[in-house]
């Protein structure tokens, strides 16, 4: 089945305590993007990447890394937690041969920093 | 710089009336538009999308929006709610490439 999987699904962590959201696709897709969704602002795109090796930054960049050394994988990097980055996060995939680049999501991962 | 209103956060509707979801954008070039439909403790799903050519567009489980380029609008609609539409739905643009950019969301409760 063609899915994009993330784990954890929940995680409850302290500030500072580094920790990584796993990000999973099996479509062979060269684009993915993590987006954090937070009530009353929708989805924001955090980084995004069109190849491996290729990450750039979305819209609210700051506390995050990333990195894409395999094509199918992504993973979202916290390295000091903060309670303002307590929020549902995805992560969404698709393929660049031409527009309208469809993105698939998956089901999402909800972090509590406490 | 493209974004996305959607007017109403929350919309209420009884089983089998009319769903209408608000949207404008606001987009430098023409732009590709989307609707997505998240139900609890899912992912997002594409329910239809807007490119080129027709501007009504038929997306899954009965809904479609309209293109209205003088407007600025991508109206969803429904003829008739199902309790299983409740949900929270997002429509986003995208001027190029893959960036997407949502609106800020309407949750709709279906009332029997």
């Known amino acids: 089945e063609a899915q994009v999987t993330q784990n954890p699904r929940y995680l409850i962590t302290v500030t500072g305590k580094k920790l990584t959201v796993t990000c999973s696709q099996n479509m062979n897709h060269e684009y993915m993007s993590w987006y954090r969704q937070d009530p009353g602002l929708g989805l924001r795109q955090i980084y995004y990447?069109?190849?491996?090796?290729?990450?750039d930054k979305g819209d609210v960049p700051e506390g995050y890394k990333v990195s894409r050394k395999e094509k199918r994988n992504f993973p979202l990097i916290l390295e000091s937690p903060s309670p303002n980055q307590t929020s549902l996060y995805f992560c969404?995939?698709?393929?660049?041969?031409?527009?309208?680049?469809?993105?698939?999501f998956g089901p999402g991962t909800r972090l509590t920093v406490t | 710089a493209q974004s996305v209103t959607q007017l109403g956060s929350h919309v209420s509707v009884s089983e089998g009336a009319l769903v209408l979801l608000r949207c404008n954008y606001s987009?430098?070039?023409?732009?590709?538009l989307f609707w997505y439909v998240q139900y609890p403790n899912q992912g997002l799903q594409l329910l239809l999308k807007y490119t080129t050519g027709a501007t009504l567009v038929k997306g899954i489980n009965g809904f479609e929006a309209e293109f209205k380029k003088s407007e600025t609008s991508f109206h969803l609609t429904k003829p008739s709610a199902h309790m299983s539409d409740a949900a929270e739905y997002f429509c986003a643009v995208s001027e190029w490439a893959q960036k997407l950019v949502f609106g800020q969301g309407t949750r709709l409760t279906i009332n029997p």
């Open positions: 987009s430098s070039v023409p732009p590709y």
């Open positions: 990447s069109m190849n491996v090796e290729v990450t």
């Open positions: 969404a995939s698709s393929l660049l041969i031409a527009p309208p680049y469809e993105q698939y």
